[in-house]
Nanobody, 111 residues
């Protein structure tokens, strides 16, 4: 109960794309409580994207229109499509539901 699992990371070249998926294994689910974060080497973990209480998409400033977040209440999932990836996007991407963190999925952007 309370497990969060991410998938979909990998190695891509600059300008490439990846799709990350997160699923929560909980009894009651509220999409508003699920968000994506990332942590680059030597940096603190930071918010990336999520869904607001009114269903709107919420993004960190550095996303700049490159990423798209979408959620599914029935499947208890939150997906994150990463387009236009750059080397500075490299890091471990984590999903969080409530107080539960996933194990993270590595995204590496390199030529």
């Amino acid at each position: 109960q309370g497990q969060v699992v991410e998938s979909g990371g990998g190695l891509v070249q600059p300008g490439g794309s990846l799709r990350l998926s997160c699923r929560a294994f909980v009894s009651a689910f509220d999409l508003y409580l699920m968000n994506w974060y990332r942590q680059a080497p030597g940096h603190q973990r930071e918010f990336v994207a999520g869904i607001g209480r009114n269903g709107n998409q919420v993004y960190a400033n550095f996303v700049k229109g490159r990423f798209t977040v979408s959620g599914d209440n029935e499947r208890k999932t939150l997906d994150l499509v990463l387009d236009g990836l750059q080397p500075e996007d490299t890091g471990v991407y984590y999903c969080k539901y409530g107080t539960h963190w996933g194990q993270g999925t590595q995204v590496t952007v390199s030529a």
